[in-house]
T-cell receptor, first 115, second 116 residues
Framework: QKEVEQDPGPLSVPEGAIVSLNCTYS??????FMWYRQYSRKGPELLMY????GNKEDGRFTAQVDKSSKYISLFIRDSQPSDSATYLC???????????????FGQGTILTVHP | GAGVSQSPRYKVAKRGQDVALRCDPI?????LFWYQQALGQGPEFLTY????????KSGLPSDRFFAERPEGSVSTLKIQRTQQEDSAVYLC??????????????FGQGTRLTVV
């Protein structure tokens, strides 16, 4: 079993829909939680970053972390065709006394928003 | 340049051939990571450099994989005697972080390696 599980989809929604993307994880040491967006043939780009449990909002995007359930979510409101991409959750833990941002990714969810 | 630059963008290698993939991180970034992304999968960690020191190479899949960053800037990932299972996108990322986690890692566009 992988440390981070993410439903690969694909997910297809109409423009304007609310999109919910989720990941579960098994490593209790994870404390930093991120969502990356990856367009086809491009590198991942950071969308949202959250430390520990809680919510964070940035424009149309909301990230939620529930450490007690080992579950994280990304919500996209008023989805646009330009949001069509692969969304990757990623997590990081403190490695002993040295933290350096080594990321463990989910498989990625392919999202298509059609006009 | 403004971002992380990787070259070549695409590489086709015959099985058994050696390849070298280059990463030019953002100037001044201390941390450099290599990840391997198989088709339809998320990136998987290969190795980490802090300046010129390779502090973690736990993700390198075999001794055919070797990475270096001799002057603490440009890094090269070398794969010897390539096999079909090495076909993937190899991503490089850099960040300012040293000892802290809350700085963004910027990814390059990757090198797509196809072994035939």
């Amino acid at each position: 079993q992988k440390e981070v599980e993410q439903d690969p989809g694909p997910l297809s929604v109409p423009e304007g829909a609310i999109v919910s993307l989720n990941c579960t994880y098994s490593n209790s040491a994870f404390q930093y939680f991120m969502w990356y967006r990856q367009y086809s043939r491009k590198g991942p780009e950071l969308l949202m970053y959250t430390y520990s449990s809680g919510n964070k909002e940035d424009g149309r995007f909301t990230a939620q972390v529930d450490k007690s359930s080992k579950y994280i979510s990304l919500f996209i409101r008023d989805s646009q065709p330009s949001d069509s991409a692969t969304y990757l959750c990623a997590m990081s833990a403190q490695a002993g006394g040295t933290s350096y941002g080594k990321l463990t990714f989910g498989q990625g969810t392919i999202l298509t928003v059609h006009p | 340049g403004a971002g992380v630059s990787q070259s070549p963008r695409y590489k086709v290698a015959k099985r058994g051939q050696d390849v070298a993939l280059r990463c030019d991180p953002i100037s001044g970034h201390v941390s450099l990571f290599w990840y391997q992304q198989a088709l339809g999968q998320g990136p998987e960690f290969l190795t980490y450099f802090q300046n010129e020191a390779q502090l973690d190479k736990s993700g390198l899949p075999s001794d055919r994989f070797f990475a270096e960053r001799p002057e603490g800037s440009v890094s090269t990932l070398k794969i010897q005697r390539t096999q079909q299972e090495d076909s993937a996108v190899y991503l490089c990322a850099s960040s300012l972080a040293t000892g802290t986690l809350n700085t963004e890692a910027f990814f390059g566009q990757g090198t797509r390696l196809t072994v035939v």
